[in-house]
């Protein structure tokens, strides 16, 4: 079993979450019942809501900045800042360019600059 979240679509648009065995059952289902449009179909593999993929932590306001911001740039020229509210107050900047080039892209090309990052205490 898994879930999945349904975009359909017929003047205006509805996202739904269903469990399924497969994405193919959750095609089948709403072709079946409903005229609106499947405009995306996403599978969840993350949901705090659903205690799916996560870990139970308790709010603690002292182990957090108020946000980070890191202007970043790609091998084909692209920029863009990315922003995160919360972040944990034993980062290091080596710890998010680090973290920043190995797990996210910009328009799916590597982040090869991290040009500027400010934290806000």
Same mark, same amino acid.
């Given at each position: ?5 349904? $975009? ?13 065995? !497969? ?9 079946? *019942?409903? $005229?609106?449009?499947?405009? #995306? ?10 205690? #799916? ?13 108020k946000?980070?911001?890191?202007? *970043? ?5 692209? !920029?863009?800042? #990315?922003?995160?509210s ?5 980062? $290091? ?5 680090? !973290?920043?080039?190995k ?13 500027? #990052?400010?934290?806000?205490?």
């Open positions: 079993m898994a879930y999945y979240k349904v $975009t359909l679509n017929q003047g205006r648009t509805d996202t739904v979450l269903v469990e399924a065995d !497969s994405l193919t059952n959750v095609k089948t289902f709403f072709e079946t *019942v409903s $005229t609106a449009n499947i405009t #995306i179909i996403k599978k969840v593999i993350f949901s705090k809501d659903l205690g #799916i993929g996560s870990v139970v932590t308790t709010y603690t306001p002292n182990n957090q900045f946000y980070l911001k890191a202007l *970043v740039k790609t091998k084909k020229g692209y !920029s863009s800042t #990315i922003s995160l919360f972040p944990m107050k034993n980062l $290091t900047q080596e710890k998010i360019i680090k !973290s920043i080039k797990n996210l892209l910009l328009k799916s090309d590597e982040i090869t600059e991290i040009i500027n #990052i400010i934290i806000d205490k």
